[in-house]
């Protein structure tokens, strides 16, 4: 899970924005980081959450391939 809180002395949210497309919506965001420790750590958060949706979608898509024969 992400999180970005006010509080964090090392991090802070610099810029964001979002955009919607039909059904879609994207927000993209930029944080500021002056500790390597915290960097990393988002990183790391980041590469999970990507890890975590990557394995939702296949396990839909293969429950759409499979329901359909």
Known sequence: ???L???DEHTRLRSY???TKGTV???KIEVECTSSWE??????SLEELDTE??????AKAA???SGGK
């Open 63 to 65: 429950a759409g391939r």
């Open 5 to 7: 809180s006010a509080s």
């Open 25 to 27: 919506s994207i927000v």
């Open 53 to 58: 949706t990557k394995a939702v979608r296949a």
């Open 39 to 44: 960097f990393g750590y988002l990183l790391r």
């Open 17 to 19: 924005s979002a955009t």
């Open 1 to 3: 899970m992400f999180i």
